[in-house]
Nanobody, 115 residues
Framework: QVHLVESGGGWVQPGGSLRLSCAAS????????MGWYRQAPGKQRELVAK???????KYGDSAKSRFTISRDNAKNTVYLQMDSLKPEDTAVYYC?????????WGQGTQVTVSS
């Protein structure tokens, strides 16, 4: 089992930056893929970015060139650096771990982009 705790959400003005963190309860070396998804009101949950345990990354169309996913194996933590934020990035952001063919989710952290 994997327990995930997100942090770093909040309010930011358009054009600003935020860094989200996701701390895992076990070594992330053993977790196939970790990633970030988001869900805005009335919309389906969508992929933002994901990273494998060997460092391969994949980004959703909305995140390309603005967001960067990274991992710190020593801290069992995955990060999402979000730059040039737009109002349409407003959503609840969820951390995900794919481990032993199961999906685990964090509780979510709210990101609000507005002036």
């Amino acid at each position: 089992q994997v327990h995930l705790v997100e942090s770093g959400g909040g309010w930011v003005q358009p054009g600003g930056s935020l860094r989200l963190s996701c701390a895992a309860s076990r070594s992330i070396f053993s977790i196939n893929t970790m990633g970030w998804y988001r869900q805005a009101p009335g919309k389906q949950r969508e992929l933002v970015a994901k990273i494998t345990n060997v460092g391969s990354t994949k980004y959703g169309d909305s995140a390309k060139s603005r967001f960067t996913i990274s991992r710190d194996n020593a801290k069992n933590t995955v990060y999402l650096q979000m730059d040039s934020l737009k109002p349409e990035d407003t959503a609840v952001y969820y951390c995900n771990a794919q481990y032993l063919r199961m999906d685990y989710w964090g509780q979510g952290t709210q990101v609000t982009v507005s002036s």
